[in-house]
């Protein structure tokens, strides 16, 4: 639900260096407070936005310091207008009374921030549904893409088991990502293996390419082969939001060491040819602002030695990292998946860390086909979807650029794990 759906506006009352508006929600009043310099750079009017793509026009040098609101006003019940002193190089500034509340800087206090779900059952989803007639079933694609966003794990089963069929299920959503392996991987065990998961031994809990900047956002595992004879090699979920909050129940001050002390992760080897030289430093638990959870950076496999710190950081650090480990592995934090030939896991990579099981395939084998969405790609496309199911009788529902106010879609808030500091 946005802020503007959930709030009920009553008044405003202009304060000279500053703006209250007073609204009510569940028969409570709050006053939300804007000030003069948050208002004139979200002018809304012609004035300080291109019409034909949204972006805004404002000069900063043209914007005083000492910046007063002269008198405020509503117009045809939607709009405010506010009205500059003398020395703003501006006369007025529109803002509509809806993008005002979904906004508001002060709406934190309201608990309007970035939000999951959790849930202790796995969601499916036909594959064979997201098609009608060989036509495009965008509902049924928003349900799958929405059940993602929020609770960041779910399997679409019925897939065809065909190499590279994982490709037209992805693109449905985005073009894949390009990593050093490639757009799509093979996970099978390799004689002489590249990395770890291209063996059958087990794999330590871990987010994939955690080594890059920005690792990989969503990740999909499309079982073509799992025979009944191979022993093992379940797939295992935590979900790293969960324990990370636990983590700072428990142990409040290891919590903070792992929120300040970067680790060191990086990966160095041939890959076909190509030598790979990656290291980047951040981490475990990145906090935003108002210290939310916005991220869990966890590869023990990936980690090189800490860099730049004290004797006493490095003390602290290990202390922290080690009792960490031990609720990554706490089996109640565990959810394992022996996926079936033709189901394909989808999960957010930056917010629930997976491991494996080892195996033994004596007689059998176990294939499966990987690839990548950034982050980026995947949640633009939920809110795209969104605001197409929502607007699919409006005659203008194409007619969107830069000042759309993203706020009015319910899920431009869901928390990603993408380092987002909202």
Same mark, same amino acid.
């Given at each position: 639900?946005? $802020?503007?759906?959930?709030?009920?506006?009553?008044?405003?009352?202009?304060?000279?260096?500053?703006?209250?508006?007073?609204?009510?929600?569940?028969?409570? =009043?709050?006053?939300?407070?804007? #000030?003069?310099?948050?208002?004139?750079?979200?002018?809304?009017?012609?004035?300080?936005?291109?019409p034909s793509t949204g972006e805004r026009t404002i000069t900063i040098n043209n914007v005083p310091k000492d910046l007063k609101i002269k008198c405020a006003?509503?117009?045809?019940?939607?709009?405010? !207008? %506010?009205?500059?002193?003398?020395?703003?190089?501006?006369?007025?500034?529109?803002?509509?009374?809806?993008?005002?509340?979904?906004?508001?800087?002060?709406?934190?206090?309201?608990?309007?921030?970035?939000?999951?779900?959790?849930?202790?059952?796995?969601?499916?989803?036909?594959?064979?549904?997201?098609?009608?007639?060989?036509?495009?079933?965008?509902?049924?694609?928003?349900?799958?893409?929405?059940?993602?966003?929020?609770?960041?794990?779910?399997?679409?089963?019925?897939?065809?088991?065909? =190499?590279?069929? +994982?490709?037209?299920?992805?693109?449905?959503?985005?073009? +894949?990502?390009?990593?050093?392996?490639?757009?799509?991987? &093979?996970?099978?065990?390799?004689?002489?293996?590249?990395?770890? $998961?291209?063996?059958?031994?087990?794999?330590?809990?871990?987010?994939? +390419? %955690?080594?890059?900047?920005?690792?990989?956002?969503?990740?999909?595992?499309?079982?073509?082969?799992? &025979? =009944?004879?191979?022993?093992?090699?379940?797939? *295992?979920?935590?979900?790293?939001?969960?324990? $990370?909050?636990?983590?700072?129940?428990?142990?409040?001050?290891?919590? &903070?060491?792992?929120?300040?002390?970067?680790?060191?992760?990086?990966?160095?080897? @041939?890959?076909?040819?190509?030598?790979?030289?990656?290291?980047?430093?951040?981490?475990?638990?990145?906090?935003?602002?108002?210290?939310?959870? %916005?991220?869990?950076?966890?590869?023990?496999?990936?980690?090189?030695? *800490?860099?730049?710190?004290?004797? =006493? #950081?490095?003390? $602290?650090?290990? #202390?922290?990292? *080690?009792?960490?480990?031990? *609720?990554?592995? @706490?089996?109640?934090?565990?959810?394992?998946?022996?996926?079936?030939?033709? #189901?394909?896991?989808?999960?957010?990579?930056?917010?629930?860390?997976?491991?494996?099981?080892?195996?033994?395939?004596?007689?059998?084998?176990?294939?499966?086909?990987?690839?990548?969405?950034t982050m980026e790609e995947f949640k633009s496309e939920v809110l795209a979807l969104e605001y197409k199911v929502n607007n699919r009788n409006n005659e203008?529902?194409?007619? %969107?650029?830069?000042?759309?106010?993203?706020? !009015?879609?319910? +899920?431009?808030?869901?928390?990603?794990?993408?380092?987002?500091?909202?």
């Amino acid at each position: 639900m946005s $802020a503007s759906e959930s709030l009920n506006f009553i008044n405003l009352t202009n304060k000279v260096d500053h703006l209250e508006v007073l609204v009510s929600q569940n028969q409570t =009043e709050k006053v939300l407070e804007f #000030e003069p310099h948050w208002l004139r750079f979200n002018c809304q009017s012609d004035k300080s936005r291109e019409p034909s793509t949204g972006e805004r026009t404002i000069t900063i040098n043209n914007v005083p310091k000492d910046l007063k609101i002269k008198c405020a006003m509503i117009e045809n019940d939607e709009l405010i !207008r %506010i009205v500059w002193n003398d020395l703003s190089n501006q006369s007025d500034s529109l803002i509509p009374i809806e993008f005002l509340l979904n906004n508001s800087p002060s709406l934190s206090d309201i608990d309007f921030n970035k939000h999951y779900l959790t849930s202790n059952k796995i969601f499916y989803f036909d594959y064979n549904s997201f098609f009608t007639s060989q036509i495009r079933n965008d509902d049924k694609i928003f349900d799958w893409l929405k059940s993602l966003a929020e609770y960041g794990l779910c399997i679409v089963k019925n897939v065809p088991t065909k =190499e590279n069929m +994982l490709r037209n299920l992805v693109e449905m959503i985005a073009p +894949l990502h390009r990593t050093i392996y490639g757009e799509m991987f &093979d996970v099978r065990i390799d004689v002489n293996p590249l990395n770890l $998961a291209f063996s059958a031994s087990p794999l330590e809990f871990h987010n994939d +390419l %955690i080594y890059y900047e920005s690792p990989p956002g969503i990740q999909f595992l499309h079982c073509l082969k799992f &025979d =009944e004879s191979v022993v093992g090699g379940e797939t *295992l979920f935590v979900d790293g939001f969960q324990i $990370a909050e636990k983590f700072r129940q428990q142990h409040p001050k290891l919590f &903070d060491v792992l929120t300040k002390i970067p680790a060191s992760f990086q990966k160095t080897h @041939d890959y076909q040819g190509r030598k790979i030289f990656i290291q980047y430093s951040k981490p475990h638990i990145v906090v935003n602002h108002r210290q939310k959870i %916005i991220g869990v950076n966890w590869a023990p496999a990936n980690e090189g030695p *800490l860099r730049n710190c004290t004797k =006493e #950081e490095i003390k $602290a650090y290990y #202390e922290a990292y *080690l009792e960490f480990n031990k *609720l990554v592995y @706490d089996k109640s934090n565990i959810t394992a998946i022996r996926l079936n030939p033709g #189901e394909v896991v989808c999960f957010n990579n930056r917010r629930f860390i997976h491991s494996r099981n080892g195996f033994k395939q004596a007689k059998g084998s176990r294939h499966f086909q990987g690839c990548y969405l950034t982050m980026e790609e995947f949640k633009s496309e939920v809110l795209a979807l969104e605001y197409k199911v929502n607007n699919r009788n409006n005659e203008q529902n194409d007619e %969107i650029n830069q000042a759309y106010d993203i706020c !009015r879609l319910k +899920l431009w808030n869901v928390n990603v794990a993408n380092n987002d500091y909202y």
